[in-house]
Each structure stands twice: as structure tokens, then as C-alpha cells.
């Protein structure tokens, strides 16, 4: 089956840190990515859509310059969190998907940020 | 906006029970419907999914789901759990919008399942 690898699975740094959290789709090619973040308790919270080439789109209420995203080939996504601060502290998912819309999203297993 | 309505929160049942986790969702076009399950430790994995034509669809695991239109509703049943099936469940819904294809996959806040041996 679709396998999509995120890596790294958990982080912990220091305020002001920027962080990168890859996505990679290892045995298909994605032509859209996703990155949602999941609260405690809570269901996951679409933050961006990115597809290959193009600029991410983001949901509102994201800000874009806090969460850069790049994916710049059909297997690879990141996600990067600049200057994080503790509030930015959640589990972040990424999912991938083949090229039709209405296909189902592949997903990673998360990344546990901690931001001291 | 569509939203997806997941009523039972935590289930705990005893093996071979019978289980229905409830999911209703708020939109009145065309929908995709899918239930993603997320065992401990590990990713969200597709459990099952409705595109079109027959309602009750069956996935993996033995699970089904049964999409009803009218009640805007797409509960997923199993007949008998195992101790395995202890795992979190969401329903999730994406709605079709024009010509511009499927909007973004709505969740719903999960079902924590426990199935006790």
C-alpha cells in the first residue's frame, strides 16, 4: 500500500528555534500534500494544501510565514516552523495524495513538536 | 461549511460485542465519505470509503459502513470487535464544489474505542 514517511517523529527545542518536519510519499508520487495540525483531544485541523510546483495554500488563520511550506517534487513536502514558540507546541500530520481530488490521503505519522 | 459529528466520544465494549460509532456531517451536495482508524503508536489508516453508487460499503477488518442520504449520516458497524480493534476512529466528509472538484477532507473529533479481552 501507499506508504508516506514524515520524519522527524518528535522534536524538542528552544524558543526561537525554527524547526523543518519532512514529508516524503515513498512509492507513489504525490501530487498534493497536506499538513494538518491535531490538538490534544481534538480532531486534525487542515493547515495548508500544497501541490507540486505551485505555492501552499492555507487555511485561514494560518499564517504562512510562520508555517513555510515547500514541495518542490512529487515525493517530498516540508513544513517549516519559524521562530517557534511554545504556543506552536502539537502533533503535526502530513498526508499525501495521487492526482485525482477525490482519491483518499496517505498518511504520515506525525510529528510531536515541543517548544520549551 | 461542512462539518462532520462524531457523538460518542469514548466506547468501551467486551469482545464479540456488536459496535456502531455514529457520524453525521453537515453538507448537502455531493460528498465523499471515508472513516480513517489510527491504532495505538501508528498512523491513520483508511478503514473505508464511499464515493458513489451501493450505500452500505465494506472495508477492512470486517468493518461497514452504511451512507444515508437522508439523515446525512455514514455510521460505521461491526458485528463482533476483538481486543485488536482498540484503536481511535474518525469519520471524515469531503464535499464536491463545482468544477472545481473535492474541497479539503473535514474531520470529525474521533472515537476513542477500547475493547476489553
Known amino acids: 500500500g501507499a506508504v508516506v514517511s514524515q520524519h522527524p517523529s518528535r522534536v524538542i527545542c528552544k524558543s526561537g528555534t525554527s524547526v523543518k518536519i519532512e514529508c516524503r510519499s515513498l512509492?507513489?508520487?504525490?501530487?498534493?500534500m497536506f499538513w494538518y495540525r491535531q490538538f490534544p483531544k481534538q480532531s486534525l485541523m487542515l493547515m495548508a494544501t500544497?501541490?507540486?510546483?505551485?505555492?501552499?495554500?492555507?487555511e485561514q488563520g494560518v499564517e504562512k510565514d510562520k508555517f513555510l511550506i515547500n514541495h518542490a517534487s512529487l515525493t517530498l513536502s516540508t513544513l517549516t516552523v519559524t521562530s517557534a514558540h511554545p504556543e506552536d507546541s502539537s502533533f503535526y500530520i502530513c498526508?499525501?495524495?495521487?492526482?485525482?481530488?477525490?482519491?483518499?490521503?496517505?498518511f504520515g505519522d506525525g510529528t510531536r513538536l515541543s517548544i520549551l | 461549511a461542512q462539518s462532520v459529528s462524531q457523538h460518542n466520544h469514548h466506547v468501551i465494549l467486551s469482545e464479540a460485542a456488536s459496535l456502531e460509532l455514529g457520524c453525521n456531517y453537515s453538507?448537502?451536495?455531493?460528498?465523499?465519505l471515508f472513516w480513517y482508524v489510527q491504532y495505538p503508536g501508528q498512523h491513520l489508516q483508511l478503514l473505508l470509503k464511499?464515493?458513489?453508487?451501493?450505500?452500505l460499503v465494506k472495508g477492512i477488518k470486517g468493518f461497514e459502513a452504511e451512507f444515508i442520504k437522508s439523515k446525512f449520516s455514514f455510521n460505521l458497524r461491526k458485528p463482533s470487535v476483538q481486543w485488536s480493534d482498540t484503536a481511535e476512529y474518525f469519520c471524515?466528509?469531503?464535499?464536491?464544489?463545482?468544477?472545481?472538484?473535492?474541497?479539503?477532507?473535514?474531520f470529525g473529533t474521533g472515537t476513542r474505542l477500547l475493547v476489553s479481552p
Open positions: 471524515a466528509v469531503t464535499a464536491r464544489r463545482g468544477n472545481t472538484g473535492f474541497q479539503k477532507l473535514v
Open positions: 498526508s499525501a495524495r495521487e492526482s485525482w481530488s477525490n482519491q483518499p490521503q496517505h
Open positions: 464511499y464515493f458513489s453508487g451501493d450505500p
Open positions: 500544497s501541490n507540486e510546483g505551485s505555492k501552499a495554500t492555507y
Open positions: 512509492d507513489f508520487q504525490a501530487t498534493t
Open positions: 453538507y448537502g451536495g455531493t460528498v465523499n
